[in-house]
């Protein structure tokens, strides 16, 4: 993502893992395109020198970095091999980070939607970001 510098309308990332979606995102913010995220990998999101987490204003207020971080471990908790009760509460938290993802790019001026794949079991991080610029 750093190195590429071509002209684009919508930045689309599969299974983006930790923070490459965010990279994404934040690609698409500085061209103004559209985007379509499907977030994984929730575990590996970290500060880095690029990225501090919690991203919003809003979850800024509300989290310290730490229980973000705590968050992001719960959200990885969606395999189907896990009792149903432990995917859900997985589900939520996958729910929660992506939210955080969505105002962050509200912020910058954008209308964004956290959606879930249809079949939501064609796997268990079928989470979407979509945003448009406005």
């Known amino acids: 993502m750093e190195y590429f510098t071509g002209m684009f309308n919508i930045g689309v990332a599969l299974h983006a893992c930790g923070v490459a979606t965010d990279m994404v995102i934040e690609h698409c913010i500085k061209t103004r395109a559209s985007f379509v995220t499907c977030p994984c990998c929730y575990g590996f999101i970290q500060n880095t020198s690029k990225f501090n987490f919690p991203k919003s204003e809003q979850f800024k207020k509300t989290l310290s ?29 996958m729910c929660l980070v992506d939210l955080d993802r969505a105002r962050a790019a509200e ?9 879930s794949m249809e079949p939501e079991s064609c796997s268990p991080k079928n ?8």
């Open 127 to 134: 989470n979407m970001i979509v945003g448009v610029p406005t």
């Open 65 to 93: 970095y730490k229980e973000h971080m705590i968050l992001c471990r719960f959200a990885d908790q969606t395999a189907v091999q896990l009792p149903p009760q432990r995917r859900l509460i997985g589900k939520q938290c």
């Open 107 to 115: 912020e910058h001026g954008y209308s964004v939607q956290v959606i």
